[in-house]
């Protein structure tokens, strides 16, 4: 099940903003972690956001999350995790709704419990830091491009391995060929982690082409390739 309570604020036409609680309840997933008994995963948000239009064109944007996943098991007690995350960006938005940005990410996480990576103990507590440069530009009333690229860089500050850092970016073509049908085309290249599955980080690379039918408001089928 799921809860969310969720405020728009506004101090005046300049500044605005939102702020609520999200509250998600659920069954682990067997596939990711081969723990067949019950396990129920309870996840708690916070957050608050708030943007700043300075000039015409240009805005400021800011963001806070604070969130909190408990497993109601305790064999997946050491899988508990607690992050805060925040942002802030400055933004340049055309008259033609394009806009072009720089965006400044801030996460720290960490576990109550130690993890175990290779059979040794591990503590998982990581910070990140990125930075990312957005492009969405509107060719015609159905084609856009979104774009973004940027370095991220994540450490492990109790342990001498897992740490890494490097490029990435995502570039998606889309175009609405008719009312109901779109199509896109993304490439990308990303940084993942997963250290709980005894991985060290690795590089996706890949690109993909995928059809969109809006049969109805609320059916869709999507394939892709």
Known sequence: GTA?????????ARLTGTAGLNFARAQANFADT?????????????F??????FAQHWQLTGGFTESDTTHSAEARAEDEIRGRYSNVGIQYVTSENNL?????????????????????PFNSAYIDNSGQFTVKYVFSP???LKANGGYIRRRY???DIGSF???TWRVTLTNQLTGKTSLSAAAWRELTAYLDAATDYFVSRGESLSATWDATAKVSDTLIL
């Not at 081969?34 to 916070?46: I, P, Q, R, S």
């Not at 608050?48 to 239009?53: L, V």
């Open 142 to 144: 159905t084609t856009q």
């Open 4 to 12: 969310a309570l969720n405020l728009d604020w506004l101090i005046s």
């Open 165 to 167: 850092s490097g490029t």
């Open 34 to 46: 081969f723990f067949f008994a019950k396990d129920l995963v309870d996840t708690t948000e916070y």
């Open 157 to 159: 500050p109790y342990a």
């Open 100 to 120: 072009f940005g720089f965006l400044y990410s801030y996460s720290r996480a960490s576990r109550p419990f130690l993890s175990f990576f290779d059979g040794q």
């Open 48 to 53: 608050a956001t708030a943007q700043f239009r």
